[in-house]
DNA sequence: TAGATTGTTAATCGATTAACAATC
DNA sequence: TAGATTGTTAATCGATTAACAATC
């Protein structure tokens, strides 16, 4: 339809909205569906169909005024735009429970991640298998990153590890790490890290359940009936 | 030293910041630090110390003009204000590699989470041990959370059997759900759903990666003095 | 054509940043 | 006191929402 400006780029919070789209196009496509609307995508994401095509106007694929947006054209436009079509070699550190998990998650390969190594420091996890890959002792990483060229790295290690094992990484050439430890990283600026820190997460959690229960105290205090219509037995 | 207007709410921003801060606090506390001020908090979370300042004037706990933040005071605040005080009982369905994982990882406990019971519809899983829980049938937990009164359900199972133990957490009164599962759930308002979806992550650092390739060609292309900059070898 | 839904614009909303008087 | 750092205000920035002409 219109016209795009290109110096405009894509802000992060629509960027993470798009594999949700994604996926609610694909399942279209599975149930055979050919067009799906803005309400729809903004339905699965839990967005206005407004900020959808807000969203969707960034990027250069036009939905058809009317009918929606194509669900093949589109699920294929947004494996591009996102590189889940291409092969993205990863290593992994620090084999743990949470480690293990996430090389053995099935999810990841379908999105193109190959995780082609897995290290940890521990003498009694090294040598061991997990899924394809052996254990191999951290000191190999950067040797290995640098001549394999690999772009990314996961970090499951405990918090006082974590910034060694990032350095490694950084030394190797590493440029994108995904960062599972509860900690922040000193890094280069061109070095990107996104982290995932599960129990900042469950802070928040914690606090919304508090939250939860002190509003219910108020509330059953205030009206007897409004909490009873808030928890039904 | 002001005074806080009582109607206003701490931004959701604002509150996933205050676990690393609490972070950075207890660090101080145990290396024997009594003061950090704003800018070494902005520095552990990756924002201004101007932002900082912001999300602490949403507490009710001031800081010391010209000294800082008593680390132990606002660490202790916080705590309570985020309820990681509190014993938080939850349910995790999936007894999956991640589920399991989350099941036995460390910082949880810390943080007040006790995983009370783990279910699974495999009946090869069922009566299996994980940590200190036998994984039961899903049939069972509607009637365990309900009289139990857990508030708190964890979800590790492939996306097409989310939305119904979603629906079988919300029959036995569970009003907040942190959902690992790649899919979006459909639950009354009066439930609050966290997504932890990892795919959906990896689709973004997907995007960084290949966003980072089409830079650098770029820029070989154009001046190969940058492009050795950023990557030493 | 009539109905539906798009892409874009302008208005609104909310979060971040900058600046500084207050104060420890 | 002098120096440092706070809490708050106002200015800026950026994302979301509402509205609607364009169009399939």
Redesign the pocket.
């Known amino acids: ?4 400006k290109p110096g405009v780029r894509i ?4 960027l993470r909205r798009l594999p949700i789209y994604h996926r609610r196009l694909r399942e279209a496509v599975e149930s055979g569906i050919g067009f ?4 729809e995508l903004g339905e699965a994401a839990g ?5 959808v ?5 960034y990027l250069v ?9 194509d669900a093949k054209g589109l699920a294929s436009y947004l494996e591009n735009y996102l590189g889940l079509i291409n092969d993205k070699e990863a290593v992994l550190v620090g084999a743990g429970n949470l480690g293990r998990a996430l090389a053995l998650y099935p999810g990841f390969g379908r999105y193109g991640l190959r995780i082609i190594a897995i290290f940890d420091n521990d003498p009694a996890k090294i040598g061991q298998v997990v899924g394809e890959q052996e254990i191999l002792p951290v000191s190999k990483l950067p040797s290995l990153v640098q001549r394999l060229h690999i772009q990314m790295g996961i970090i499951t290690v405990p918090a006082v590890a974590a910034q060694e094992v990032a350095d490694a990484m950084v030394t190797g050439g590493i440029t994108v790490i995904w960062n599972f430890s509860p900690c922040t990283l000193h890094v280069p600026d061109n070095v990107w890290v996104q982290n995932e820190d599960l129990a900042a997460q469950l802070a928040t959690l914690s606090h919304q359940i508090t939250q939860q229960k002190l509003s219910n105290l108020t509330r059953t205090a205030e009206t007897r009936e409004d909490s009873l219509t808030l928890h039904p037995r």
Chains 1, 2 share one sequence.
Do not use: F, I, N, T
């Open positions: 339809m219109g016209v795009r802000p992060v919070p629509s799906v609307s803005s309400a967005v206005s169909e407004a900020q095509r807000k969203d969707l106007s694929y036009d939905g058809r005024s009317g009918v929606g947006y």
